[in-house]
T-cell receptor
Framework: QKEVEQDPGPLSVPEGAIVSLNCTYS??????FMWYRQYSRKGPELLMY????GNKEDGRFTAQVDKSSKYISLFIRDSQPSDSATYLC????????????FGKGTLLTVNP | KAGVTQTPRYLIKTRGQQVTLSCSPI?????VSWYQQTPGQGLQFLFE???????NKGNFPGRFSGRQFSNSRSEMNVSTLELGDSALYLC????????????FGPGTRLTVL
């Protein structure tokens, strides 16, 4: 079993839709949770960063972490064609361990 | 602040050759991590350097090595290249101010023929 599982999609939605992206993880040591967005031929760009369980909102983006079920979610409201990209979840155990463990990414297309 | 920069952006090599990739972190960042991204395996951690010392290492063969200089710039080297080493190599820097947030560069696309 991979440490972080993510449905690769692809996911195609109409403009304005609410998008839900999800990951599960298996290692209870993970304390930090991130979502990165990666456009084609670019490096990953940090979208959201959360510590432990709870919700975090930033504009149209909401990240949720449920440590009891080892479940990570990213919601995108009022999706735009510019949101079309690959979304990667990532986890980190923290301390002096800077290793990020990534899901394989979900390819999202928002159609105008 | 300028972001993470990586050079070169594209590289073509043949099997058996070696290659050196360079990464300049965000000013003030002292931690540099390297990742390999392939369609099949996704993003995989190679190693992380802090103050010129390797602190963490992923599960890659010894052909993959790295170093960090006193100005926090980092290089990674791959010797005896194999076809399977074709990938996007990404560098990330972190501020080590407690947030541990990692910021990625644009990557170096390595093609091994």
């Amino acid at each position: 079993q991979k440490e972080v599982e993510q449905d690769p999609g692809p996911l195609s939605v109409p403009e304005g839709a609410i998008v839900s992206l999800n990951c599960t993880y298996s290692n209870s040591a993970f304390q930090y949770f991130m979502w990165y967005r990666q456009y084609s031929r670019k490096g990953p760009e940090l979208l959201m960063y959360t510590y432990s369980s709870g919700n975090k909102e930033d504009g149209r983006f909401t990240a949720q972490v449920d440590k009891s079920s080892k479940y990570i979610s990213l919601f995108i409201r009022d999706s735009q064609p510019s949101d079309s990209a690959t979304y990667l979840c990532a986890t980190q155990s923290g301390g002096s361990n800077y290793k990020l463990t990534f899901g394989k990414g979900t390819l999202l297309t928002v159609n105008p | 602040k300028a972001g993470v920069t990586q050079t070169p952006r594209y590289l073509i090599k043949t099997r058996g050759q070696q290659v050196t990739l360079s990464c300049s972190p965000i000013s003030g960042h002292r931690s540099v991590s390297w990742y390999q991204q392939t369609p099949g395996q996704g993003l995989q951690f190679l190693f992380e350097y802090f103050s010129e010392t390797q602190r963490n290492k992923g599960n890659f063969p010894g052909r993959f090595s790295g170093r960090q200089f006193s100005n926090s710039r980092s290089e990674m080297n791959v010797s005896t290249l194999e076809l399977g080493d074709s990938a996007l190599y990404l560098c990330a820097s972190s501020s080590t101010d407690g947030t541990d947030t990692q910021y990625f560069g644009p990557g170096t696309r390595l093609t091994v023929l």
